[in-house]
């Protein structure tokens, strides 16, 4: 059968490749700047395969909010990296509108939620508490229902690597997943599972090889 097409930017494109490689499907990723807007519910990361969509659940969600949160409404990281990664497509000014546009979105969203008020320490305990949540879930086994991967693998695996190889002005969010042993096996046990042939030939063709834990 012809690929199958995981359409997402950045922060669900690991998950929708973990995915789709566990079904054993050939998967070819087309990363698009406004996912938000394809999502049936507005939101990311989701896996669309057919009428079937997996998106956010659990304590899934609070990574979304933090990892938004940092991102845009810390200044220091939208200054330094979230508005210049974000405008990089586009020509000026159309670049600065579309980066502050996000920026306003974000943190309107933030504000919505009760997060706006938040500091920094208190997102990272948000995060710490999810982390917690999932390491317990996990536990000693390979995947969250033992010996099998399933949707709510990828989706833990997309976070949790996006946050792991994404360059932010601190590393302490990356260092609060990485305190639990267990999820970081998890997601080097996907990655080298799942992603290790493809990105070995990505680099054998002359393309960049993608994040590694490795």
């Known amino acids: 059968p012809p690929c199958v097409v995981g359409v997402v930017h950045m922060k669900c494109c690991f998950l929708s490749q973990a ?16 996912a938000e807007y394809m999502s049936p519910s507005g939101k990311v990361p989701f896996v669309h395969v057919g009428n079937q969509v997996v998106s956010e659940l659990g304590p899934i969600v ?3 909010k933090a990892k938004l949160y ?6 220091t990281t939208a200054t330094e990296i979230s508005r210049p990664r974000y405008s990089s497509p586009y020509s000026w000014p159309l670049n600065q509108i579309l ?4 920026q306003w979105e974000v943190r309107r969203k933030m504000n919505a939620i009760g997060w706006a008020g938040k500091s920094l320490e208190q997102v990272y305990e948000d995060v710490s ?8 879930r996990l536990g000693t086994q390979p ?23 994404t360059r932010l002005t ?7 997943i990485k305190s639990y042993s267990n999820l970081l096996a998890f997601c080097r046990r996907i990655e080298q599972s799942y992603f290790e042939d493809s990105q070995a030939g990505s680099s054998s063709r002359g393309y960049s090889k993608g994040p590694s834990l490795f």
């Open 19 to 34: 995915y789709l490689r566990m079904c054993n499907l050939p998967v070819h990723v087309s990363c698009r700047s406004n």
């Open 62 to 64: 609070q990574f979304t």
């Open 70 to 75: 940092i991102q845009w409404c810390d200044d």
């Open 99 to 102: 980066a502050y546009q996000k």
């Open 129 to 136: 508490q999810c982390c917690q949540a999932l390491s317990q």
């Open 143 to 165: 995947y969250f229902f033992n010996k099998q991967p399933t949707e709510l693998d990828a989706l833990v695996f997309g976070h949790l690597f996006t946050i792991l190889t």
């Open 170 to 176: 601190s590393d302490e969010l990356g260092e609060k």
